[in-house]
Every structure is written in C-alpha cells, then in structure tokens.
C-alpha cells in the first residue's frame, strides 16, 4: 500500500503528516461517520454517483450531517488526486 503526501480533511487539502485529530472529537472516539472506498482510474473516479448516493443514504441513517453537496466534493476529490499524482489509485 502506498501513502500519498497529502490528504483532504474538512475541505482542506494537507500534509497527510499533519495532525488532524483532537482529543473529544465525535468520530474519534465513538466512530461517529462514514465512508467509501473510491478506485480512481486514469484520473477518474469510477462510478462517483452511486458511492455518493450509498455515502448520503448511510449518513441520513446515522444521523451524520453531510454538508458538502456532490459536485463540490468530486471537485476536491479531484484536486487531491491531482496534488498526490495518484492517477490510478484508491481513495477511502
């Protein structure tokens, strides 16, 4: 597995050796949240649409706020691909 440099938190493209976590966070310390696991082909994020529409199913079942709208978030992902050269990969 091959880390990349940098990472996107709270809409913030960063030194993935930045720390991001602090103590009392929510996600932190009862794993309050949720994810997916995106494959990036040639630069593309494949099938971004149905991982949006299962991400945003699962958070109104958890009652995890999802502020961000998909656009905007396919642009970020995007730029965080461009930013580690990561043009075939996996984005979690």
């Given at each position: ?29 009862s794993g309050w ?60």
């Amino acid at each position: 597995m091959v880390l990349h440099r940098f990472v996107l938190h709270n809409d913030r493209i960063g030194e993935a050796s930045e720390p991001v976590l602090a103590p009392g966070q929510v996600g932190l310390l009862s794993g309050w949240g949720v994810f997916s696991t995106l494959r990036v082909a040639d630069g593309v994020l494949f099938a971004f649409e149905r991982h949006w529409a299962r991400i945003s199913r699962d958070a109104a079942t958890m009652h995890v706020p999802l502020p961000y709208d998909p656009e905007a978030i396919h642009r970020r992902l995007l730029e965080l691909v461009e930013a580690n050269r990561a043009f075939n990969s996996t984005l979690r």
